[in-house]
């Protein structure tokens, strides 16, 4: 498909391949991508409007919870339950899942998972953040409202995930597992148009993105792996680089095109790591995988993983396949060793 293609032609013309498509899907990524331009203009003049800082309350997570959180979430929400495709919607910023009310005779064939806002920590400052997404298709009856399992399904069930990146420039990445292809917002026509086709993560990066931070709190193998990136072996390119920028989006995003490893530990101060399974490491370890890359919670697949929550947290090591094996190596060294 030639670069300049945009993001309604592109998926009209991939829905061809698929002779019982009905349109539903390619429907439901155009209402994420019209709440994503809503979203992007509201960063974009963040510093002008009042949508900096916190709301006054924490979410379901017990973090504070920024405007732009409760704003994409808004908009976000919105979008999705005015076409009828979607039966309902499981968001970072909600407790519970929401059940859409049916619109006509639609019948809503999908659930929708978001992170509406990622890198919330990066939002006063101007630093790159993201919206990050999952699709299944209900495992219920679509005459009936949403429940709690169309939600709560294993990762490699996704129809399509991706991510809108607010950044130097705002970009939609996604896969509907043919591939991942990421689209540029060309703002003087207001639409994504496709950028980067047939994306594919280098099989060995030289970049590590980790919160050293909290080094001290990461298990023994994690310790070593990191050890490992930083000791000196010209043959193999070591020292890595490392980058952290704290947006999980954006550190996905450079090491996609880059190469690299994200690593969000588990640790003292997370027993079960930070990122949520359902709305952020699923949909990323899709991509990752649809590129020819690898996720892993240090010993698992990440999409063969059976949720039970709608909020669990997960270890979560993703980036470039032969990177997350050496991670993966050190953390069955060392994982009957205590410090
Ligand atoms: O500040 P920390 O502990 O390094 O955590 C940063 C990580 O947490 C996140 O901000 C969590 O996402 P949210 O901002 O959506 O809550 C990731 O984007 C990022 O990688
Ligand atoms: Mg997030
Ligand atoms: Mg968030």
Redesign the pocket.
Known sequence: MTIGTTLGEFIIKKQADFPHATGELTNLLSSISLAAKIVNREINQAGLSDILGAMGRDNV?G?EQQKLDWFANEKFKDALAARGEVCGLAS?EEDDFVAFDPVSEKKSKYVVLI?P?????NIDVNVSVGTIFSIYRRITPSDQPATLADFLQPGYRQVAAGYVIYGSSTMLVYTTGQGVNGFTLDPSIGYFCLSHPDMKLPEQGYCYSV?EG?YLKFPLGVKHYIKYCQAVDEQDKRPYTSRYI????A?FHRNLLKGGIYM?PSGTNAPKG??RLLY?CNPIAFLAEQAGGKASTGRERILALEPEELHQRTPFYVGSRFMVDKLEEFVAQYSDKSE
């Open positions: 997570q973090e970072e992170d806002l990622d890198g919330s920590s919160n909290h704290g947006s999980l989006v550190d969000y930070k990122l952020e």
